[in-house]
């Protein structure tokens, strides 16, 4: 069977050759295509057939016209468009160019110190007052540093302990001025070091009552060891001075200022200190809500009800009370939010240039009463403004001419 189709496959390929030559002989050419089958010759198009493509090639072009008029549009349009996005991405780019920042005054809190009187802002008294009490312990060493003792210790409980541990050292020598157990102090006792060497001044007023601190030789240890008795007048004035000390601190400065209403009144803004809460704000925040949770579960009268509805809210330290006088003139003070109304009626009576009986008005609220009720349970923190309202007539300002001195823009 293969054999025969590969015979078949030769015979197809030898017919395709065509007749056979010789070698020697030139092979005939191919005839080419007779001239019966060349194509005839086109006719002309009729008139009919002429007309119409005349008339289709002009519409042809009308509609060419058209389209390239409504590009030549479009190409307007869009130019246009970007003339217009140009001018408004300058104008965008105008507007964006950093401007001076508009500066706002802020009320900050002022803090008085108590040695040398300076006012400062309350961020930098505490640095102001330790320099202060530096300076001040050169002068007065006893005096000053039973001042630090009482003032720069925070845990009243370890401040009671260091202070009657101090006296219970001197007193003994003052009792037993002969007895040596009671003029040296071992450094390293336990009660010594939990009491006496934790305590801010605790070390100096043991030098300042005769005390001096030395390295023992032969067991390594440190001492306080009193090398020379003191009179007993010193030591029992060291005692008293140790005891009768009471705590100095920085007090708020009213930072007065006296304004006057104009048309483009300034803004102000308050310092972070009017907001600031601190841990023993936070306890205290969280035993009130324990005590609200513990009286939700009790029956109350709406008297209860309405006492208590004050009671939590926000935490504030400080208010900004403006009392208008009846010229118009606004006198403003700072007050802390646990001041009480009758330091507002000394404040403007300290402000006066002479006595004046008058009466403080919230608007739309009966006089204020002159008594011991703090600034938050009347409902003037974290700001106030009052009226003032008397009876005297006068030509004058009411207000002290040092106060007047200080007039500004509100």
């Known amino acids: 069977m293969k054999k025969f189709i590969k015979k078949l496959v030769a015979d197809v390929k030898f017919a395709d050759a065509g007749t056979g030559h010789r070698l020697n002989e030139e092979r005939a050419p191919k005839p080419g295509p007779s001239s019966a089958s060349a194509p005839a010759p086109r006719r002309p198009p009729s008139a009919s057939a002429q007309s119409a493509g005349a008339a289709a090639l002009a519409r042809f072009e009308a509609a060419n016209n058209k389209q390239n008029s409504g590009l030549r549009a479009q190409q307007l349009e869009m130019k246009r468009q970007m003339q217009r996005q140009a001018s408004e991405e300058r104008s965008v780019s105008a507007m964006s160019t950093p401007r001076e920042p508009e500066v706002i005054p802020q009320l900050g809190l ?9 006012s400062c802002p309350k961020p930098e008294i505490a640095a102001h007052f330790e320099s202060c009490l530096e300076k001040e312990l050169e002068l007065k060493p006893l005096e000053t540093t039973c001042t630090m003792i009482h003032t720069l210790n925070k845990d009243e409980e370890k401040l009671a302990i260091g202070v009657k541990t101090l006296a219970f050292f001197v007193q003994n020598v003052v009792k037993s001025p002969n007895e040596e157990k009671y003029k040296k102090i071992r450094v390293n006792n336990a009660g010594v070091q939990k009491k006496i060497m934790p305590l801010v001044g ?4 043991l030098e300042i009552a005769g005390f001096t601190r030395i390295a023992d ?3 390594g240890q440190e001492y ?6 003191p009179s007993i007048e010193h030591l029992n004035l060291c005692v008293e001075t140790l005891q009768n000390s009471k705590k100095t601190a920085p007090t708020l400065d009213r930072d007065v200022k006296v304004l006057q209403p104009s048309v483009g009144a300034i803004r102000y803004e308050l310092s972070p200190d009017f907001y600031r809460v601190t841990k023993e704000d936070l306890m205290a925040e969280q035993k009130r809500r324990a005590e ?7 029956l109350r009268t709406k008297a209860m009800r309405d006492r208590d509805a004050g009671i939590g809210m926000r935490i504030y ?5 403006r009392i208008r006088f009846p010229d118009g003139l606004i006198l ?9 109304v009758e330091s507002i009626f000394k404040f403007v009576e300290s402000s006066l240039r002479h006595p004046v009986t008058f009466n403080l008005i919230t608007p739309g609220c009966p006089a ?3 008594d011991s009720t703090r600034l938050k349970a009347a409902g003037l923190v974290p700001s106030g403004l009052l009226n003032l309202s008397t009876s005297d007539q006068t030509e004058f300002t009411l207000l002290s001419d040092e106060l007047v001195c200080k007039l500004s823009d509100l």
């Open 202 to 205: 605790g070390v100096e007023f």
């Open 110 to 118: 002022k803090m008085v110190c108590p040695i040398c009187g300076l």
């Open 217 to 219: 030789e032969t067991d």
């Open 317 to 321: 330290h400080y208010t900004i009370i």
């Open 368 to 370: 204020l009463k002159r």
């Open 292 to 298: 609200e949770a513990e009286r939700g579960e009790m």
């Open 332 to 340: 403003q003070g700072t007050f802390s939010a646990h001041d009480v």
């Open 224 to 229: 306080f060891i009193m090398l020379e008795t």
